[in-house]
T-cell receptor, first 109, second 112 residues
Framework: EDQVTQSPEALRLQEGESSSLNCSYT??????LFWYRQDPGKGPEFLFT???AGEEKEKERLKATLTKKESFLHITAPKPEDSATYLC??????????FGAGTRLTVKP | ETGVTQSPTHLIKTRGQQVTLRCSSQ?????VSWYQQALGQGPQFIFQ???????GRGNFPPRFSGLQFPNYSSELNVNALELDDSALYLC???????????FGQGTRLTVV
């Protein structure tokens, strides 16, 4: 069965303090690994799609990387507006998107 | 703005009742999927439709059913509501089966 585990569950950073979020996964035939950002009470907002090991994507202060077993979301010099829950999901051969429980990021000014 | 809209935004129902939630996908998106998200958890896959046919289903009982229409709208029906059905229900659409999904803002369902 496809599984996604995200760590840590919660992360508190000072503004400007860079860090990384981890997403470990097992999937039967990876057809995509997805990162989303979710603000309280809202739907997830798409950030990145990664399809194969070694692939990297960047957007502003965020950079996502992928290996055969895990993905990292690196946050460089975060700002308070980066505070949100970050969700990782994988899609395998059975077509459904399996989500992790998320990492709740708080960035203090 | 993702172009995916859901209605209603909030809903309160009584245990045992039936509910229909609606979603309008982005034009051109052939795939729509529905998710249930409990507080503090990641979204859980309910089912997916591709060109109006059910294409995959998660571990949800048959009282959760859906439809996708040719005009890029879809609906989620839940019969015999239980207290544990209280959650945020999310609709997501994508161009096809392998591309990223774009989510609506969700419908908050409370069962009392």
């Amino acid at each position: 069965e496809d599984q996604v585990t995200q760590s840590p569950e919660a992360l508190r950073l000072q503004e400007g303090e860079s860090s990384s979020l981890n997403c470990s996964y097992t999937v039967s035939g990876l057809r995509g690994l997805f990162w989303y950002r979710q603000d309280p009470g809202k739907g997830p907002e798409f950030l990145f799609t990664l399809y194969s090991a070694g692939e990297e994507k960047e957007k502003e202060r965020l950079k996502a990387t992928l290996t055969k077993k895990e993905s990292f979301l690196h946050i460089t010099a975060p700002k308070p507006e980066d505070s949100a829950t970050y969700l990782c999901a994988v899609r395998g051969y059975n077509n459904d998107m399996r989500f992790g429980a998320g990492t709740r990021l708080t960035v203090k000014p | 703005e993702t172009g995916v809209t859901q209605s209603p935004t909030h809903l309160i129902k009584t245990r045992g009742q039936q509910v229909t939630l609606r979603c309008s996908s982005q034009s051109g998106h052939n795939t729509v999927s529905w998710y249930q998200q409990a507080l503090g958890q990641g979204p859980q896959f309910i089912f997916q439709y591709y060109r109006e046919e059910e294409n995959g289903r998660g571990n949800f009982p048959p009282r959760f059913s859906g439809l996708q229409f040719p005009n890029y709208s879809s609906e989620l029906n839940v019969n015999a509501l239980e207290l544990d059905d209280s959650a945020l229900y999310l609709c997501a659409s994508s161009w096809d089966l392998n591309t990223e999904a774009f989510f609506g803002q969700g419908t908050r369902l409370t069962v009392v």
